[in-house]
């Protein structure tokens, strides 16, 4: 069936490096993949995200990047500050679905 | 953007009672929503579609004779958890669909955290 897989699970970043996470999916009728951030006790705020006709996406320190040949998307978080330590999740609508991965726990290190 | 909530925003109950969950889009109204459960530090599984007017589509696995969804209107939909036993403590997160652009975007609602004694 359809399946979207995250790595890593678990990242960990210096203040100010950068934080890349990716997914792939595995169907190719996908055409949205929406990014959003879940902070601990509260429901997933979209953050950004990319059709199927577009390559990269950029919103200030946030970016996002896809190559539907290898059904690869990625996110991008540049200049990290301790308000971006949450959980991660992408997602790619597959048929009539919005299929998640399973999260990427971000810590943003002082 | 658009807004969404859910009430209450987390509830304790006995186990053999019934619980209701709200949720209500505050700036738009959606024919179509989602109930999903998340237990801790997994991912979003979904457990129904609902859509306005009609019977909500359940996912498999997911008992809907236990988890009763009512669409009223469209801008609420409900879901109770009847006779809840501990296993059902869980977050429950609903989302509208928006047709945002030319896609449909969904927008998801602060979470209901039930804890089942």
């Known amino acids: 069936g359809e399946n979207v897989e995250q790595h890593p699970s678990t990242l960990s970043v210096q203040e100010g490096d950068s934080a890349v996470i990716k997914c792939t999916y595995s169907?190719?009728?996908?055409?949205?993949f929406p990014w959003y951030k879940q902070e601990l006790g509260k429901g997933p705020q979209l953050i950004i995200d990319?059709?199927?006709?577009?390559g990269e996406k950029k919103d200030q320190r946030i970016a996002v990047t896809l190559n539907k040949t290898a059904k690869h998307f990625s996110l991008h978080i540049t200049e990290t500050q301790p308000e971006d330590s949450a959980v991660y999740f992408c997602?790619?609508?597959?048929?009539?679905?919005?299929?998640f991965g399973k999260g990427t726990r971000l810590h943003i290190l002082p | 953007g658009a807004v969404v909530s859910q009430h209450p925003s987390w509830v304790i109950c006995k186990s053999g009672t019934s619980v209701k969950i709200e949720c209500r889009s505050l700036d738009f109204q959606a024919t179509t929503m989602f109930w999903y459960r998340q237990f801790p530090k997994q991912s979003l599984m979904l457990m129904a579609t609902?859509?306005?007017?009609?019977?909500?589509?359940?996912e498999q696995g997911v008992e809907k004779d236990k988890f009763l969804i009512n669409h009223a209107s469209l801008t609420l939909s409900t879901l109770t958890v009847t006779s809840a036993h501990p296993e059902d403590s869980s977050f429950y997160i609903c989302s509208y669909n928006r047709l945002a652009e030319t896609q449909e975007t969904q927008y998801f609602g602060p979470g209901t955290r039930l804890l089942v004694l």
């Open positions: 169907d190719s009728a996908s055409n949205y």
């Open positions: 609902s859509n306005e007017g009609s019977k909500a589509t359940y």
């Open positions: 990319i059709r199927s006709n577009v």
């Open positions: 997602a790619a609508t597959g048929s009539d679905k919005i299929i």
